[in-house]
């Protein structure tokens, strides 16, 4: 689908939510750059449509050496903001619980709207260009980060296509705005390995 056709609004959540759906590997920049990367795996798996009443998902990120021991864990829901998709994120209590629930429905159907808490001022921003989707995070640099010692507030750039995910992640203190963590390498480039599109939940759209 190209810039050039109209689409509703409910057709681009779709899109985007069909596009989200899937195990992502940035083996190659790992093999080609192996002291610079690791090699990770950014799955995002769909949940049910009940559990939000919408169209939400659980990711984790892991190294491909250790895959059920995920170092980042969330939930998340989908918003149609019409000219821009906003991605709600939540924690997780006890997140460890859930390890592996991207790769293994039995656990995955074990998280409820009950364990997860509102990351609030951490929301993401996705708008299409007319090639992929670009996200950041909410404006505000609201989305604090306590971490070496600092109080860092979280710039994240993500871009989306059918096929592959870019991220770059950094933290930048609140005070002095210079980046305590994160790459300082340029963005991880992942390439989807397994889609789930087919699990995405969108009978209830109406289309």
């Given at each position: 689908?190209?810039?050039?056709?109209?689409?509703?609004?409910s057709?681009?959540?779709?899109?985007?939510?069909h596009?989200?759906?899937?195990?992502?590997?940035?083996?190659?920049?790992?093999?080609?750059?192996?002291?610079?990367?690791?090699?990770?795996?950014?799955?995002?798996?769909?949940?049910?449509?009940?559990?939000?009443?919408?169209?939400?998902?659980y990711?984790?990120?892991?190294?491909?050496?250790?895959l059920?021991?995920?170092y980042?864990?969330?939930?998340?829901?989908?918003?149609?903001?019409?000219?821009?998709?906003?991605?709600?994120?939540?924690?997780?209590?006890?997140?460890?619980?859930?390890?592996?629930?991207a790769?293994?429905?039995?656990?995955?159907?074990?998280?409820?709207?009950?364990?997860?808490?509102?990351?609030?001022?951490?929301?993401?921003?996705?708008q299409?260009?007319?090639?992929?989707?670009?996200?950041?995070?909410?404006?505000?640099?609201?989305?604090?980060?306590?971490?070496?010692?600092?109080?860092?507030?979280?710039?994240?750039?993500?871009?989306?296509?059918?096929?592959?995910?870019?991220?770059?992640?950094?933290?930048?203190?609140?005070?002095?705005?210079?980046q305590?963590?994160?790459?300082?390498?340029?963005?991880?480039?992942?390439?989807?390995?397994?889609?789930?599109?087919?699990?995405?939940?969108?009978?209830?759209?109406?289309?």
């Amino acid at each position: 689908m190209t810039s050039s056709v109209s689409v509703s609004s409910s057709q681009e959540l779709i899109r985007f939510a069909h596009w989200l759906a899937g195990d992502f590997s940035n083996h190659q920049q790992a093999y080609n750059h192996p002291t610079l990367y690791a090699h990770i795996h950014v799955l995002w798996r769909p949940l049910p449509w009940e559990f939000f009443q919408g169209i939400g998902f659980y990711s984790e990120q892991v190294y491909d050496y250790d895959l059920w021991s995920p170092y980042r864990q969330g939930v998340h829901r989908l918003v149609d903001q019409g000219d821009r998709i906003y991605i709600e994120n939540y924690s997780l209590q006890d997140s460890i619980l859930y390890a592996g629930s991207a790769r293994e429905l039995s656990i995955l159907q074990t998280i409820t709207p009950q364990v997860i808490q509102r990351r609030y001022n951490c929301s993401m921003v996705f708008q299409w260009d007319g090639t992929c989707y670009r996200g950041s995070v909410e404006p505000g640099n609201q989305c604090l980060i306590h971490r070496k010692g600092h109080q860092t507030y979280l710039v994240s750039e993500v871009e989306l296509t059918e096929n592959t995910w870019k991220s770059l992640d950094r933290g930048m203190d609140v005070k002095t705005h210079e980046q305590i963590w994160g790459s300082t390498e340029g963005a991880l480039e992942f390439e989807k390995i397994t889609s789930f599109a087919q699990e995405v939940p969108t009978e209830n759209l109406g289309l």
